[in-house]
């Protein structure tokens, strides 16, 4: 079908007329919509200098940028600055008529409904409060939010009666108070009702992990007779990840870092529990307690086995007398073995395998390891191997190569602590004393040898050089005898205390409890004046506690309060004195 000429000039005079609308529209908006950028632009910039004026602390500049900004995109940051400036100038009042208007233009938005309680709150202006709460209840229907926020505001006063109240009306008006876990949790910890803020704490925790630490700062306080029922709830099945964190978390603030352990062990290996184990591990190793941060390193590798954190298990391992564990994580010999950068293995790996092979009794193969990496070695890290080397061979009985040991290093070696230590197991205290002090590695044992030497006045003590030199063979039993020994030999002076205290503590490691409370009875009730004596009784106390005698553990326990009323121990006997009395029937 054919067009006629005249047909297809109007199709092109009607495009050309819509182009023209067109253009003629994009100029008529292109002033208005510049200046609505402009306006954007303006109220930006005065949000901004709202916070520059706030963070300068020129409050009352600030005030009425903010308060412009309340009609901007950002109304709601400029609130919570408008808040926050009300606040320093003691004009919180000011802050109602913007809410008011703020709530009828967005009655759904959550923060303005918080910022008005809050402001009413601290007016203290209670009737205006309820009010506002029923009037967003009514204008959002099926929400927790109103009650979420009124019984946050009531716990902070610690109205705790009122806090549960609402908590039940919420329940009656939303039919479940699965949204609120997190309120009910702070309500029943404040007012004591433990096993409940557990539960709920649970709940909240597998919405929220985040929440962990708030757990734990909640549920910290629970009374040693209610600590079992918490942790029941949190080791509950099915496992659950953030509650075990939050239970591992409430262990190491009770003293019992094993128990935090035993929470995290058997979960199963992914991303979740890994983070889990490493986090507990980061914990361990600020607080020193090597066997526990080694366990959950290797726990975290089993999910994914990087350099660092071998590095990092192998490192726990040596430091818990574990050289074995160090050594199967970093093998000098066979697969994994193989060395393809030798300064940074000297500075990270080498080191912990020469100590790992002196401590098992193979001193020539960590020697001929130190000398391989010589070169590569920091003169700090040199000194601290020597030593190793040294006491490899002394832990193989070979004093002679010991002392060549210290030799081969030079006048470094002979004045190294290494050649202290082997001057305390010949029993020359004289020269112990001086070169122990020198050593840069604080380790308890060094500390419980220069507390020892130094409350020993002699310079020979060939009796206290066998017990420390069985310690470092890894004879625990005949060190233990012999540091009683010596305690006899020593009797006139006042080391007497701290000789029995070792003795008694290497009996307690070897779970021989009935030598190690001879021990202790022996302190308290023939040195009652030294250091040794408050610490004595105490694990006494609890050693009596573990074999089931709960009546004498709590006399031993009274007498340490009554006693040694001064002493840093006593928080740690009220603890105990809980427990006991929690074994006794009828006592709680």
Do not use: C
């Amino acid at each position: 079908m054919s067009r006629s000429p005249s047909a297809g000039r109007g199709t092109r005079v009607a495009g050309r007329g819509f182009r023209a609308s067109l253009v003629f529209l994009a100029f008529a908006l292109g002033a208005p919509l510049a200046a609505l950028r402009a306006q954007r632009a303006e109220d930006t910039t005065a949000f901004y200098k709202a916070l520059e004026l706030e963070s300068a602390g020129k409050y009352k500049e600030a005030a009425p940028l903010f308060r412009t900004a309340l009609n901007t995109s950002s109304a709601v940051s400029a609130l919570l600055g408008l808040e926050r400036v009300y606040a320093e100038v003691g004009w919180s009042d000011s802050l109602l008529p913007p809410l008011d208007t703020l709530i009828r233009r967005n009655p759904h938005e959550s923060v303005y409904r918080s910022v008005q309680l809050r402001t009413l709150q601290s007016l203290g202006r209670e009737e205006q409060l309820r009010t506002a709460i029923n009037h967003w209840v009514q204008d959002a229907p099926g929400d927790p939010s109103p009650y979420r926020e009124y019984a946050r505001l009531l716990l902070q006063r610690g109205l705790t009666a009122s806090a549960d109240s609402v908590i039940r009306s919420a329940r009656q008006a939303l039919g479940s108070t699965n949204e609120l876990q997190l309120e009910i949790a702070q309500l029943r910890a404040a007012m004591g009702l433990w096993e409940e803020s557990a539960q709920a704490w649970r709940l909240a925790l597998a919405s929220s992990p985040y929440l962990e630490q708030a757990a734990i700062y909640a549920l910290t306080p629970t009374p040693p007779a209610t600590r079992a029922a918490v942790r029941q709830v949190l080791l509950a099945s099915p496992v659950d990840v953030p509650a075990r964190r939050a239970l591992a978390g409430l262990e190491m603030g009770w003293g019992s870092p094993a128990d935090g352990w035993l929470a995290l062990k058997d979960l199963p290996a992914d991303s979740a529990s890994a983070a889990a184990w490493t986090d507990f591990a980061s914990r361990a190793e600020l607080e020193e307690r090597w066997p526990l941060a080694r366990d959950a390193l290797v726990a975290a590798l089993r999910w994914r086995r990087t350099p660092e954190a071998t590095l990092r298990a192998a490192n726990a391992a040596v430091r818990a007398g574990d050289p074995g564990a160090a050594l199967a994580l970093l093998p000098v010999e066979g697969p994994g073995s193989q060395v393809t950068d030798s300064a940074r293995a000297a500075r990270t790996s080498v080191p912990l395998q020469a100590r790992a092979l002196a401590m098992v009794g193979r001193p020539a193969a960590a020697e001929r390891l130190v000398e391989r990496f010589d070169r590569w070695f920091t003169p700090g890290t040199r000194t601290v191997l020597t030593r190793a080397v040294a006491l490899g061979w002394v832990r193989s009985g070979d004093m002679a190569r010991a002392r060549a040991s210290l030799s081969s290093a030079g006048t470094e070696g002979d004045s190294s602590d290494a050649a202290g230590w082997l001057a305390l197991y010949e029993g020359n205290l004289r020269t112990a004393r001086v070169l122990l002090r020198t050593s840069t590695e604080a380790t308890p044992e060094l500390a419980t040898a220069l507390a020892i030497v130094a409350r020993i006045h002699a310079d020979s003590v060939p009796s206290l050089g066998r017990a420390f030199l069985m310690l470092a063979r890894n004879d625990s039993a005949g060190a233990a005898t012999a540091f009683v020994e010596a305690a006899d030999r020593q009797a006139a002076s006042d080391a007497t205390s701290i000789l029995l205290s070792t003795a008694a503590q290497l009996r307690a490691a070897l779970h021989d409890d009935t030598q190690a409370i001879a021990l202790w009875r022996r302190i308290v009730e023939q040195t009652a004046s030294t250091p040794e004596a408050p610490s004595a009784e105490l694990e006494w106390a609890r050693a009596l506690r573990r074999h089931g005698d709960a009546a004498a553990a709590v006399a031993r326990l009274e007498h340490l309060i009554l006693t040694y009323p001064q002493s840093a121990l006593v928080p740690q006997a009220r603890r105990e004195l809980d427990l006991a009395r929690a074994g006794i029937p009828g006592t709680t």
